[in-house]
């Protein structure tokens, strides 16, 4: 691996960003779906800990969903995070059908829920789907 390369090339991350009825006052959920190693997402839930995500931990309403994938991006290129040994590819989280029954259940008609998966939720049109190279 070159300077220039992280342990994240050519990998597909699978990621869920869930707008509750406080959006955008409040910042979404995000939870990635496949397993990753960073230091801001919960290795168990998949879930990125605000605490730990200036962005989410200080969000302001104009903040959009691209705003969120540039900055994880850019999460992932940082020295502490590039290098980190990564789970194989196509492992999905513990707790993933447990927190996803836990956010359809706080979903209303006016909640989105963004999602790389083909399943649609509150938006009649499909899932967004977004590529951040």
């Known amino acids: 691996m070159n300077e220039y390369q992280t342990a994240y090339e050519g990998k597909i991350f699978q990621l869920k960003l869930f707008c509750g009825k406080e959006y955008p006052e409040s910042p979404p959920t995000v939870r990635f779906q496949t397993r990753i190693n960073m230091a801001c997402v919960n290795p168990e839930t998949g879930v990125v800990e605000p ?74 049109k499909g899932p967004a789907k977004c590529c951040v190279m």
């Open 51 to 124: 605490s730990l995500f200036p962005m989410l931990a200080n969000w302001r309403r104009e903040y959009t969903m691209e705003d969120i994938l540039i900055k994880l991006k850019k999460e992932m290129m940082t020295s502490h995070n590039r290098k980190l040994a990564q789970p194989p590819e196509g492992t999905f989280c513990n707790s993933v059908f447990v927190y996803d029954k836990f956010l359809d259940q706080q979903a209303s008609n006016q909640s989105l829920v963004f999602s790389g998966t083909e399943e649609a939720r509150a938006d009649p």
